[in-house]
């Protein structure tokens, strides 16, 4: 059965980066069928598409993020990360690491979410 | 970027009724729409795809349809574990997407 795994630092400090890293098991994360992404949830609020990556490291970000964002793909530990650079109290969100195939995009399978508050 | 607009933002039912809930496109995005439903502290699940088809595992008592701009979720008689929120979310350009506002659906 696929599992997601977010892991990474649930406190950062404003204008710093934001790392977390997304372990996949039960899977292969170099299958040219499915495309691996990135969801936030900001406390209370809805769901917003950071970004996704496929497992030939072509990437496609939110427009309103991408600026600031860097997913990359490891696929010799199987796992896929996310960076966000600059982050502000309006970064603080679950963020979601979610797998969906590439000719349409339902993200299937989800991991747990991992808090990230960025406070000094 | 192409938005989803989801009615009701909230809406009150009782177990055993007939709820629908709706999600409008910006633009014509032929049946790239998916739901979700979302429990507090949870992931969110997948319940439909591509419109109207059903993840496997999920009840048949959940329905899509629609397609171009307007799409619709029914769910044909409410048990108590469907309280929950409910998101659609458009793939028209996958793998870029976005999602609707989310619909809460409460107990009366």
């Known amino acids: 059965q696929l599992q997601l795994q977010e892991s990474g630092p649930g406190l950062v400090k404003p204008s710093e980066t934001l790392s977390l890293t997304c372990t996949v098991s039960g899977a292969s994360i170099s299958s040219s069928t499915y495309c691996w992404g990135w969801i936030r949830q900001p406390p209370g609020q809805g769901l917003e598409w950071i970004g996704s990556i496929f497992y030939s490291e072509s990437t496609h970000y939110s427009p309103s993020l991408q600026s600031r964002v860097t997913i990359s793909i490891d696929t010799s530990k199987s796992q896929f990360s996310l960076k966000l650079r600059s982050v502000t109290a309006a970064d603080t969100a679950v963020y979601y690491c979610?797998?969906?195939?590439?000719?349409?995009?339902?993200?299937?399978?989800w991991g747990q979410g991992t808090l990230v508050t960025v406070s000094a | 970027d192409i938005q989803m607009t989801q009615s009701p933002s909230s809406v009150s039912a009782s177990v055993g009724d007939r709820v629908t809930i709706t999600c409008r496109a910006s633009q014509s995005i032929s049946s790239y729409v998916n739901w979700y439903q979302q429990k507090p502290g949870k992931a969110p699940k997948l319940l439909i795809y591509s419109a109207s088809s059903l993840q496997s595992g999920v009840p048949s008592r959940f329905s899509g349809s629609g397609s171009g701009t307007d799409f619709t979720l029914t769910i044909s008689s409410l048990q108590p574990e469907d309280f929950a929120t409910y998101y659609c979310?458009?793939?028209?350009?996958?793998?870029?997407?976005?999602f609707g506002q989310g619909t809460e659906l409460e107990i009366k």
């Open positions: 979610a797998r969906h195939p590439y000719s349409y995009g339902a993200f299937e399978f």
């Open positions: 979310q458009q793939s028209y350009s996958t793998p870029s997407c976005t």
